[in-house]
């Protein structure tokens, strides 16, 4: 299958828009949707808060505290 990279405009409608070059030919195409990188319009703070509504039970839950600061030992002990 041949492939090309178009760039595409997304509306408030959520209607895709965009313009063909004379070399892709007509009949059936697979579209594949790469959407903002991360840090744009807000993704990572909204990738976070996701996150954070996931594991709010789990990492509140005092049956998850394992390990306490007298469990471990420095990493440099001449400290």
Do not use: C, F, K
Not at 16 to 25: A, D, E, G, R, Y
Not at 46 to 55: K, L, P, S, V
């Amino acid at each position: 299958m041949r492939t090309s990279e178009l760039t595409a405009e997304v509306d408030e409608r959520r209607q895709l828009t965009v313009s063909l070059p004379h070399t892709v030919l007509p009949g059936p195409v697979r579209l594949l949707i790469l959407g903002p990188e991360p840090g744009a319009h807000g993704a990572d703070a909204a990738w976070m808060n996701a996150i954070a509504r996931e594991w709010a039970a789990e990492l509140g839950d005092d049956r998850e505290d394992l390990y306490t600061l007298q469990d471990g030992e420095p990493l440099d002990a001449s400290r």
